[in-house]
């Protein structure tokens, strides 16, 4: 490596910085998809649904197999075609769809549930049509639907599914504010936190959704700045970080830890290296948080930045993905890696898919 390149590596550290093999290669997914989900059945085993091509939603679904390193077209008939819709994984390995976009700009009521393997599937319809919403899994089971756009406006709804029942039940009653493009985060004492997708004057607030009274109650303390598009991850001490999104001004470079225990928010001081909104958030298991891509600077992006929690720090990858790309999925495999797969470029919809290896913790939040 010479001089200058080992300078630059050095002065990123040790935590982000992996001589640009941080990313491989992996296979091609079967079909170029954003807006779409990934769920993870079990170690290795990772469920590709539905999304949206540059002119058209998908009805598609596929398989991909950590072990193999490769995708594999499931059997979906009649799986009406859809994005923005939300994915769960069920108790024995089937997936639930909920809701999404689809063609004449109208929201879907349909929820989906779907063998592991694909082939025919069960039919539940939500009490309201919405695209992005959100889908939560709770202890008791049960999975919480929130907000979302029902294809005129942003609305206030919360529904309930009971997997036994195959049925949707409406909450006690609505969130206190309409939501979209907002996060809904399973706490450790059971509640569900719900933030950010608001507008006008409520925007800062964020809900506590308390099972036992399906019902939510107002966070003590508001978010810093109102944000869409975020993302927000549980960390293994029980905190929430609330990171990036859209603001009032445009994609936000800043972050938030919201602490359960005083039911309020926290602006961290370290900004990002770039600000983004449209990105993902995966939690590693070391208890860092590897952000990527999104859109920023009016341009989609192929970097990304590790959080680390002990410290509080941002620290940019020493390397970038092969793609610029936002909308994508980022899901955990095995031995810290993460699948990439999909996204929306300037230019295309992607079927590329990458692996990421986390690099070691090394220095980090060391200056």
């Excluded at 997936?95 to 700009?105: E, P, Y």
């Excluded at 592991?116 to 309201?128: H, I, K, L």
């Excluded at 006690?172 to 979209?180: L, N, S, T």
Aim: glycine share 16%; hydrophobic share 40%; aromatic share 6%.
């Amino acid at each position: 490596m010479r001089n200058g390149a080992l300078a630059l590596c050095l002065s990123i550290l040790a935590a982000g910085c992996s001589g640009g093999d941080d990313f491989s290669g992996t296979g091609t997914m079967t079909a170029p998809r954003h807006g779409h989900t990934a769920t993870l059945l079990d170690a290795g085993r990772i469920f590709i649904a539905a999304g949206l091509t540059k002119t058209d939603p998908l009805g598609s679904a596929e398989f991909y197999g950590a072990a193999e390193g490769r995708f594999m077209a499931l059997p979906t008939p009649g799986l009406r075609p859809r994005g923005w819709h939300r994915a769960a994984r069920l108790p024995g390995g089937g997936v639930l769809l909920t809701g999404g976009w689809t063609h004449g700009n109208i929201a879907l009521r349909e929820a989906a549930i779907l063998p592991p393997s694909g082939g025919a599937f069960a039919r539940a319809d939500m009490n309201a049509a919405r695209f992005d919403h959100t889908l939560t899994a709770l202890k008791d089971g049960s999975y919480l639907v929130t907000g979302g756009n029902d294809g005129k406006r942003a609305i206030r709804g919360m529904e309930i599914f009971s997997p036994h029942e195959k049925s949707f039940a409406p909450a006690a009653r609505p969130m206190f504010i309409a939501r979209q493009q907002h996060t809904a985060t399973l706490l450790p004492d059971g509640s569900v936190l719900i933030a950010g997708g608001g507008r006008g004057k409520g925007a800062r607030y964020a809900e506590i959704y308390d099972a036992a009274s399906r019902r939510t109650g107002l966070a003590r303390k508001a978010l810093s700045t109102p944000r869409s598009r975020h993302t927000a991850t549980l960390l293994q001490g029980g905190k929430v970080l609330i990171a990036g999104g859209l603001g009032p001004a445009g994609p936000l470079a800043t972050a938030e830890l919201y602490d359960p225990v005083s039911s309020s928010f926290e602006l961290i001081k370290e900004k990002f290296s770039a600000a983004r909104q449209q990105h993902t958030a995966t939690l590693l298991p070391d208890g860092r948080v590897l952000l990527l891509g999104g859109w920023g600077g009016e341009k989609s992006l192929a970097g990304g930045e590790i959080f680390d929690p002990e410290g509080r720090c941002f620290r940019p990858l020493g390397s970038s993905m092969r793609y610029e790309r936002r909308l994508h999925t980022a899901t955990p495999l095995p031995g810290g890696r993460v699948l990439i797969a999909g996204g929306a470029s300037d230019i295309d919809v992607l079927a590329s898919a990458e692996i990421f290896k986390a690099p070691p913790r090394g220095e980090g939040c060391g200056k």
